[in-house]
């Protein structure tokens, strides 16, 4: 098929599929790093199965670029202070429909990915051809719980939301029971589900080696009261008080000493054997999970959660919380990872004990989990959803 792709993406995971070097450097110089895991998986998948994509993203300059199986046309993001915080995602938006308005005739579908300048601007061609939007966030909550700083910029989000929702010839998908069920309540959509997939380069071969140290693992590319890395920290704490040992690191562009909550947490003593990694390479994460005891999302509220099924094709055994969003879809109930109240340390701190002092019982969890993921989520086995899903509107 001919797939058109509209997000925001790290397009030096596509570098395999360009010859020139030329069209490297311009990758590597202005690209998004670590955006979008979930649908750069997505990405890949469709080009290893053969299928042609023309990619409609942002950069940080304006570029293009063409080969027989992927093209890639870049434009610049509105940056301008402070307009890009109100509403420079219409401007971009409009740069993207402007982008795309010549460059579709060829194509059987396009894809937009979140329902924001992507979503609105792959809307004004709904009726050119199929065009279909994963819903991979619940604007309204994000809203709800941001500060009131962030407020005032997310209302726009919130604008292009409602607007992108309305359509009524774009095709939704959800990527978990919990988005598709938020669609039903709020937006009154039935909407098919095709939940994300996993990296085969993730998957792991053989056994996890356990670390001689207890180390637990968690990433969050925010720290915003839903990713609740707090509760984390005092579980932590309590855990350490008690057994006095065990390290905790924490991944994601948020943990710099330098930021003004990590300073707030240190003065609150929350930091004792807490290493702060910040920001990594996707890829480089694998040698962090394969060098830890548990990894941990104290999430109160995910749509999904890659970092989940990347620490369970890890062989990791994996919590998260039994209240949070798609969070128990994804662990499928227990049965392929630890459920807790997140909301609450202390059942963090105990369900963190258990797992410390009955490994097996961990372990037997981990590889359970490890051949559920597998059989569901490989990338195989979405990307054909997601063609299967195509081929009915074409």
Known sequence: MRIGIVVNIDTVTLLPYLTEPADKELVNKYCSPNGAPAVNTLILSFLKHGHFLRIFTNAKKTFNIKTPQVEIYAIETYNKYPIKYLWGGFITAERLKNLMCDKLDDLDTLHAHWTYEYAYAASFYEKKLPVFCTIRDYAAYIWK??????????????????????????????????????AK?????????????????????????????????????????????????????????????GTLQLIGSPFIAEDSLIKRWKEKELLDNVE??????????????????????????????????????????????????????????????????????????????????????????AEKGYKIIISEYSESIVCQKHIDLYKTYL
Not at 158 to 180: C, E, G, L, R
Not at 187 to 197: A, E, Q, V
Not at 354 to 365: G, H, I, R, S, V
């Open 276 to 365: 702060l990694i910040g920001r990594l390479p996707h890829n480089d994460i694998i040698s962090y999970l394969d060098n830890c005891s548990i990894f941990i999302t104290p999430s109160l509220e995910e749509t999904f959660g890659n970092t989940l099924l990347e620490s369970i094709v890890r062989k990791v055994p994996t919590i998260g919380g039994i209240n949070s969003g798609a969070v128990p879809y994804v662990l499928h109930h227990g049965e392929a990872g630890f459920l807790c109240d997140v909301s609450k340390p202390e059942c963090i701190f105990q369900t963190i004990e258990d797992l410390f002092l009955n490994p097996q019982k961990a372990q037997e969890k």
């Open 145 to 182: 719980i941001e500060s009131w700083k962030n407020k005032i910029s997310r209302i726009f989000k919130q604008i292009m939301n409602d607007v992108v929702i309305k359509h009524k010839h774009m095709h939704f998908i959800a990527n978990s029971p919990y988005t598709a069920h938020i």
């Open 185 to 245: 309540n709020i937006y009154k959509k039935d909407i098919p589900i095709i939940p994300n997939s996993i990296k085969d380069s993730f998957i792991k071969q053989g056994e996890h080696i356990y670390p001689k140290e207890f180390t637990l693992v968690c990433i969050s590319s925010s720290n915003d009261k839903r990713k609740n890395i707090i509760s984390l920290l005092k579980a932590f704490k309590l855990f350490r008080h008690k057994h006095q040992i």
